[in-house]
């Protein structure tokens, strides 16, 4: 059984779900994986581009904040459908020791006529920095089963 269903979300609902932070060596191992370029791996090289020091990849980011989106949202919902997302962008980037706090706002529902209990999320998700900054932002549409 699930702790949230379809109907008991509205339109215009706020929700925090967590916050993150992330160490040098975390941002430094993910990237050496996935994104080696010398502003997320070099501390030293960093310093001499345009963001002064080390920053996490904006896709380290999006997956933080989509670990804490499943564990503490769609789980309760019993999993939700990504079927597409708009409007991503990082406005300011994540340093070592940030603390980002991911929420979201349901914009619209939609259900589905002919399956009871079920239905489209459009939602927008921020990651919030300890200066509230924003760090990342976009929305997607999510499919709930019923």
Known sequence: MT???YDDLRA???RTVGSFSL???EIQSFARQYDPQPFHTDPSAAESTLFGGLVA???QTACRCM???VRNFFDDLGGAVGLHMTDLQW???VRPGD???VTFEILEKEPIPDRAGSGYLDVRITGTNQDDEDVIRWTV???VPE
């Open 57 to 59: 990849s904006g896709w």
């Open 99 to 101: 603390t980002i706090t």
């Open 3 to 5: 702790a949230l269903n």
């Open 12 to 14: 215009g609902e706020n």
């Open 23 to 25: 160490t040098e060596t």
């Open 141 to 143: 549409r999510s499919l």
């Open 91 to 93: 406005p300011t980037p």
């Open 67 to 69: 670990d804490l989106l």
